[in-house]
T-cell receptor
Framework: GAGVSQSPSNKVTEKGKDVELRCDPI?????LYWYRQSLGQGLEFLIY????????KSGLPSDRFSAERTGGSVSTLTIQRTQQEDSAVYLC????????????FGPGTRLTVT | KNEVEQSPQNLTAQEGEFITINCSYS?????LHWLQQHPGGGIVSLFM?????KKHGRLIATINIQEKHSSLHITASHPRDSAVYIC????????????WGAGTKLIIKP
C-alpha cells in the first residue's frame, strides 16, 4: 500500500483477554517500530525490528507484551492478559532503515481495556 | 530535566497569525523530526532535518546544531493547522530510537 496500515483501528476488550495488533509497513521498509501513547502522555518506544529480528525489546513494559515480524514485513504486537493500564493508542512506524531514514507512521490502534 | 523540551506547551492564535514552536534538546543528535498529531491519534511526519532549513508549503523548520535548538514556523495559520506538534530527536547513541518532546497543542481560531 501507499502508507503504513494498522488493524484494527479500534479494539475494546475485557480485562484479562489477549489481543493482537497488526502493522503492515510500507513495502521495502526494513525497519519497523512500535510505540504506545497513553492518554495525555507522550509517545513511548516499545520495540524495534530490523528485518525479522528485534535487536531492542527494552521498551516492552512487561512480559505480557510480545511482538514478532515475519517475512520482513507484517508485524504483530500481542498483549496477553490485558490490564486497564494497557489502554492506549498503539502506533506503528516504518522506515527504510538505518540511522538517517525518516519514520512513517500508521494511523494507530486505539485499545480500550474495560 | 527532559532531554527534549518544547515550548510553548499550549498555543492559541487567530487565523492568519505567524506561529513559532520551539524545541531544545540536550543530547547529540543525528536528526530531528517534527511531527503533527491530529485529534484521534494519527501522526504525520512533517520534517526530518539535520542542518539548516526546510520548507513545505506554509511550514518551515529550522535547526541550529550548535545551539541545539529547532523551530517550526507556520505562516498564514489556518484552523486546519490545529493539532499537536511534536519534536523528536534521534540520538547519536542510537540508530533508531527517538527521544520525544511532550508536544505543543496548537489551536487556531477562525
Amino acid at each position: 500500500g501507499a502508507g503504513v496500515s494498522q488493524s484494527p483501528s479500534n479494539k475494546v476488550t475485557e480485562k484479562g483477554k489477549d489481543v493482537e495488533l497488526r502493522c503492515d509497513p510500507i513495502s521495502g521498509h526494513t525497519a519497523l517500530y512500535w510505540y504506545r501513547q497513553s492518554l495525555g502522555q507522550g509517545l513511548e518506544f516499545l520495540i524495534y525490528f530490523q528485518g525479522n529480528s528485534a535487536p531492542d525489546k527494552s521498551g516492552l513494559p512487561s512480559d505480557r507484551f510480545s511482538a514478532e515480524r515475519t517475512g520482513g514485513s507484517v508485524s504483530t504486537l500481542t498483549i496477553q492478559r490485558t490490564q486497564q493500564e494497557d489502554s492506549a493508542v498503539y502506533l506503528c512506524a516504518s522506515s527504510l532503515g538505518g540511522r538517517s531514514y525518516e519514520q512513517y507512521f500508521g494511523p494507530g490502534t486505539r485499545l480500550t481495556v474495560t | 530535566k527532559n532531554e527534549v523540551e518544547q515550548s510553548p506547551q499550549n498555543l492559541t492564535a487567530q487565523e492568519g497569525e505567524f506561529i513559532t514552536i520551539n524545541c531544545s534538546y540536550s543530547v547529540g543528535i543525528s536528526a530531528l523530526h517534527w511531527l503533527q498529531q491530529h485529534p484521534g491519534g494519527g501522526i504525520v511526519s512533517l520534517f526530518m532535518l539535520s542542518s539548516g532549513k526546510k520548507k513545505h508549503g506554509r511550514l518551515i523548520a529550522t535547526i541550529n546544531i550548535q545551539e541545539k535548538h529547532s523551530s517550526l514556523h507556520i505562516t498564514a495559520s489556518h484552523p486546519r493547522d490545529s493539532a499537536v506538534y511534536i519534536c523528536a530527536v534521534r540520538s547519536i547513541d542510537s540508530n533508531y530510537q527517538l527521544i520525544w518532546g511532550a508536544g505543543t497543542k496548537l489551536i487556531i481560531k477562525p
